[in-house]
């Protein structure tokens, strides 16, 4: 994993925001310092709003960074969201970032990346995807959600798909379609794993990985305040290598851990 060195607070213009599906939007602002700096599985925290509501910035995976802009990708789940998700373009809004660490170079020893998600946890994939294919890896999504509505491929290559309900793709979950796809994967050359979405989700595929030895990193969530290590109000448990358990700042050592330290 990847740590970051430059933190920008600034100024950004949204420049478009646009409907992928009922809930979420894939929202571009301006920031070039940040735009500059952010690597694959980095976040920033948006002041969602100009007035003192809601008080706290929320975090946001950053989707892509290209020409000066970022784009995020936001599901409405609550009053932030909805707010963020309904701001006309021309707005400025403050944005601090990128923050956190990032997933790791892909100059690895491997040759295709599995992109593994779940629900919003899509996300990161589209910047981690650019990275793994200007690096010459091969990059193959693997998508899960509830039903086809809930699935959000917006730019990913190579999809398949997993529903709970089976309404498309693979009827189960994300590790389910891993654990039928990966075979046939592995015979093409040797793989790594990158997971994001809900903790379940994630614990369910680092200890997949355990079992079958593919190496893996997940990007989690929690609950954020300040975004970079004075609030204390991210902290999450991980295993130790040397034994027992530890608890790291997410905003810091995080959101990118090691699916092996996943407890
Ligand atoms: C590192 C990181 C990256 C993230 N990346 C993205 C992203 O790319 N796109 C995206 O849409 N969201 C992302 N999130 C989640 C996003 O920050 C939350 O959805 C957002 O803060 C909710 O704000 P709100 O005001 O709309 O909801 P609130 O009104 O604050 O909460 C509404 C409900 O959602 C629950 N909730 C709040 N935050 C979370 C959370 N992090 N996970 C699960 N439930 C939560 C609350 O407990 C409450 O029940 C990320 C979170 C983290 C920590
Ligand atoms: S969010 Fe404040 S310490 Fe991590």
New binding site residues.
């Given amino acids: 994993m990847h740590e970051t060195s430059t933190i920008a607070d600034s100024r950004a213009t949204i420049t478009a925001s646009r409907r992928i599906s009922p809930d979420t939007s894939v929202i571009t602002l301006a920031c070039p310092e940040i735009a500059g700096a952010a690597r694959p599985g980095n976040?920033v925290n948006v002041r969602v709003s100009s007035s003192t509501q809601?008080l706290l910035r929320?975090?946001?995976?950053i989707?892509n960074a290209e020409n000066g802009q970022i784009e995020?990708?936001?599901?409405?789940?609550?009053?932030?969201?909805?707010l963020f998700c309904r701001t006309e373009p021309g707005t400025e809004l403050m944005v601090l970032g990128p923050l956190?660490n990032s997933f790791s170079e892909p100059s690895g020893t491997f040759s295709t990346a599995v992109l593994v998600s779940g629900g919003?946890g899509t996300?990161?994939m589209r910047f981690l995807e650019k990275a793994m294919t200007a690096a010459g890896k091969k990059s193959i999504n693997l998508i899960g959600g509830r039903s086809q509505k809930e699935l959000l491929s917006d730019n990913l290559s190579n999809c398949r798909f997993s529903t709970d309900d089976g309404s498309c793709g693979v009827k189960g979950t994300v590790v389910d379609l891993l654990d039928a796809e990966i075979s046939a994967i592995a015979a093409e050359g040797r793989v790594k794993i990158f997971g994001c979405g809900p903790t379940p989700m994630l614990k369910a595929l680092a200890s997949y990985c355990r079992q079958h030895s593919l190496a893996c990193e997940v990007s989690l969530?929690?609950?954020?305040g300040c975004g970079f290590g004075i609030c204390y109000g991210?902290s999450v448990e991980i295993a130790n290598p040397e034994g027992g358990t530890r608890t790291i700042l997410?905003c810091r050592e995080g959101?990118v851990i090691d699916g092996a330290l996943m407890v």
């Fill in positions: 976040f809601p929320r975090p946001f995976s989707h995020l990708m936001v599901k409405e789940i609550g009053c932030g969201t909805e956190g919003i996300a990161p969530e929690s609950v954020m991210c997410l959101p």
